[in-house]
């Protein structure tokens, strides 16, 4: 049974990161000949006497004529221990719209740096953004190091300016490595390379193929956002009442005693399912359905919670936005918020801070949100919703901002003050 | 191992991940559109897409109905199978005709006979007619490079179209399915799939599929580097010799560009040995539709097609 790791990577531009998630590709036989044969034959066209494995990831053909790649692609390999699903995010154009989509969900981050550069500003931009998005895991690929000659010492030095950041951001020494590769011929990415004697840690693929997924559901209190109530009415199923979800967080048994928010409604967990049948226990990111013990007014949009650990329930909060739309934020704006499963209007009451992802400071005050910028705003809801601190349960603590004019997606959101632990001097 | 870290390793299986995920996307659609709709072909990937549906649902019955666009250019086998699935889960087909265009001259028959292309007009026209707002497809980002940067919900426009610059960021588990009167969202709750995968879930969940996916023997002619099979679409011509060899099919569309491959593959896992070793891409190996062009795929998606 091989397992499933979703993961980001970001880098600047030149940095080689085309090549690089080509490199994986490749090395993982994820490449067909035909994708290798159109390969080959661009890169004859270019002039090129090896293939170009960039070429392999370059996209849509408006993006071929200028050279870029303007969105999140998703790309997908696997190897005998585990299947992987990439999000490959440009780091040029609208960097934060893409690192916060590829972001959302990965549970490991590949960031890249050119070994002639070392950490750059995006390099540090990207990381913040990564540890407000409370990726759990970091990677550190100091690619092109046979163009410093596989010099030890400036691999360490950058090694350790990343690690002094990642600190600071949050992360514990555990949780981030770096490696020195080259993606165009190969070092450390799927072999081992005779050139870094020096470096005695895993390859990017052994490392990608053994770390752990993270970050375990047994942790967290029990979520569960109501997507669908299943009402068979049908001669088998009368009086069948199920509410179906994806489990947001935690873990839940039959005998649980749970809460129905917003309204608060006590009961007790009858029985948890599938289509194949009954569960012990089931945990977060499984689709199931769940029995109550009580017959409850239930909808699209409740959540289910523990009972002994209860998200609070409030119509006013604050949260960080990641402003995604070349639609500014103003003070006073009415949007709408999606939660879970529900969705209502919401209110801009203040825009407090824009965070400063560059010297992981805060801006008091200003006039408004910009695309790719991150703020802390205070929210007013038109009504009470169960949210959880970000940091403390993800699903349950992430929002839409949705445009009610032309339901455009302006923003990701994040309950809670998350400035202050990205070293951001907040008041 | 204890039976918590048991369910917990199991949560984290790679085909379980792809599977609650799915039905999250069925669930969320059935939540939040007033008329969905499946994308029916009879095909294996649409096939994935009623099994998913139905476990999403389960036990009540699919709350949406199945579309199917016909081009006439049918194998007989996989349209025996579409109405058997239909009968056995007790749901309701729509099928739109390419024909009917046709016949009333909304459409032009192309001089290459094929009908693939033709489909566009006929699934938009039944999309306005029956008000469809969300429309199910089987399609996966990894089948073709231009769908790599598909979204799971992707709107279109008042003409079916996909606009690059008007998709939507996609963040968590999140989907925004908003849109205006007319437009309408395709949704893919494939997306994170590959071959591979699809052809483990079918081993695993024991799917059952149209006889053409495994091995048979066929009368076949070579045209474009691909076996085609004889048909009323025209074929083979004067100087194309009809062979009978052992073949199967790797996807099912008009029966005019979908070439078989040689294979003695006659069994699930059969197949899946096959695809392993496989040197091509499904849609390289077997479609003709979509060597027209390097580009071919980008420009039918914005002309409103899958």
Redesign the interface.
């Known amino acids: 049974?091989?397992?499933?790791l979703r993961l980001a990577t970001a880098g600047s531009v030149d940095d080689g990161k085309s090549t690089l998630v080509g490199r994986l590709l490749y090395d993982t036989k994820s490449v067909?000949?035909?994708?290798l044969d159109?390969v080959q034959r661009a890169s004859v066209d270019r002039g090129l006497s090896t293939p170009d494995l960039s070429l392999l990831?370059?996209?849509?053909?408006?993006e071929r004529e200028q050279g870029i790649t303007i969105?999140?692609?998703?790309?997908?390999f696997?190897t005998p221990k585990?299947?992987f699903?990439l999000a490959d995010t440009p780091g040029h154009v609208q960097y934060t719209?893409?690192t916060?989509?590829g972001a959302?969900?990965a549970q490991l981050a590949v960031l890249l740096v050119d070994a002639r550069k070392g950490v750059v500003e995006q390099t540090r931009r990207h990381a913040a953004v990564l540890a407000l998005l409370g990726v759990p895991r970091l990677v550190l690929a100091v690619n092109k190091v046979d163009l410093i000659g596989y010099d030890e010492a400036a691999f360490t030095v950058i090694a350790k300016e990343f690690a002094t950041h990642a600190a600071s951001l949050g992360y514990a020494e555990g949780s981030v490595l770096t490696i020195p590769v080259s993606a165009l011929v190969g070092d450390n990415v799927a072999t081992s390379s005779e050139n870094t004697p020096w470096y005695t840690g895993p390859t990017l693929l052994e490392h990608l193929e053994t770390v752990p997924?993270a970050p375990?559901?047994?942790e967290a209190p029990f979520r569960l956002p109501v997507?669908?109530v299943?009402?068979?009415?049908?001669p088998?199923?009368p009086d069948?009442r199920g509410y179906?979800?994806?489990i947001a967080a935690g873990?839940v048994r039959p005998g649980d005693e749970v809460v129905v928010l917003p309204r608060g409604l006590r009961t007790t967990v009858e029985s948890v399912g599938?289509?194949?049948g009954q569960?012990?226990?089931?945990?977060?990111?499984?689709?199931v359905?769940v029995l109550l013990a009580d017959d409850l007014d239930i909808a699209?949009g409740d959540l289910i919670a523990s009972a002994a650990d209860r998200p609070e329930v409030t119509d006013e909060f604050t949260a960080a936005l990641c402003w995604?739309s070349t639609k500014s934020l103003q003070p006073g704006a009415r949007v709408l918020v999606?939660h879970g499963?529900r969705t209502v209007q919401a209110l801009v009451e203040e825009l407090n801070s824009r965070f400063d992802e560059q010297t992981l400071s805060t801006v008091e005050g200003p006039d408004s949100l910009e695309l790719n910028e991150i703020g802390s705003v205070r929210l007013r809801l038109s009504e009470e919703i169960p949210v959880d601190d970000y940091a403390a349960s993800?699903?349950t603590g992430?929002?839409?901002v949705?445009d009610p004019k032309?339901?455009?997606?302006l923003a990701?959101g994040l309950v809670g003050e998350r400035f202050s632990a990205l070293g951001g001097s907040e008041q | 191992m204890t039976t918590l870290e048991a369910a917990a390793d199991a949560a984290r299986d790679n085909l379980t991940a792809l599977e609650s995920e799915a039905i999250h996307i069925f669930r969320e659609v059935a939540g939040e559109f007033d008329r969905p709709v499946i994308l029916f072909s009879g095909g294996k990937d649409s096939t994935l897409l009623l099994h998913l549906a139905i476990k999403a649902f389960w036990p009540a019955p699919v709350p949406f109905p199945l579309l199917h666009v016909d081009t006439g250019h049918n194998f007989e086998e996989v349209i025996d199978f579409r109405d058997r699935v239909v009968e056995k889960y007790g749901l309701r087909l729509v099928v739109a005709h390419v024909q009917d265009w046709i016949d009333d001259g909304r459409l032009t028959e192309r001089p290459d006979g094929t009908r693939n292309p033709l489909q566009t007009q006929p699934l938009l026209d039944t999309i306005t007619e029956h008000k469809f707002d969300a429309v199910f497809g089987g399609g996966r980002r990894d089948e073709e490079r231009a769908r790599a940067k598909e979204r799971i919900f992707s709107l279109r426009n008042a003409f079916g179209q996909w606009e690059p610059r008007r998709q939507r960021p996609e963040l968590w588990n999140l989907y925004n399915g908003r849109h205006r009167p007319g437009e309408h969202v395709r949704v893919f709750p494939l997306s994170n799939w590959t071959e591979a995968d699809v052809w483990n879930y079918i081993a695993r969940e024991e799917v059952d599929l149209p006889s053409i996916y495994y091995a048979h023997q066929r009368k076949v002619y070579r045209r474009d580097g691909m076996w085609l099979t004889e048909g009323p679409w025209g074929g083979p011509r004067e100087d194309e010799t009809v062979e009978e060899l052992t073949v199967r099919y790797r996807t099912v569309g008009d029966g005019s560009c979908t070439g078989a491959v040689e294979s003695t593959a006659s069994t699930v896992e059969d197949v899946i040995a096959e695809v392993q070793a496989s040197r091509l891409t499904e849609r390289g190996a077997t479609r003709a539709d979509d060597r027209l062009s390097e580009a071919a795929m980008e420009d039918r998606k914005r002309e409103g097609y899958f």
């Open positions: 049974m091989s397992s499933l067909l000949a035909d994708q159109a990831v370059d996209g849509l053909r408006s969105d999140v692609a998703y790309r997908y696997a585990r299947s699903v719209r893409n916060v989509t959302s969900t997924v375990d559901p047994h997507q669908y299943i009402r068979p009415r049908t088998e199923y069948y179906a979800g994806q873990t599938t289509a194949d569960l012990d226990e089931a945990g977060a990111g499984s689709s359905t699209r995604l999606k499963a993800a699903r992430a929002f839409l949705i032309d339901g455009d997606t990701a």
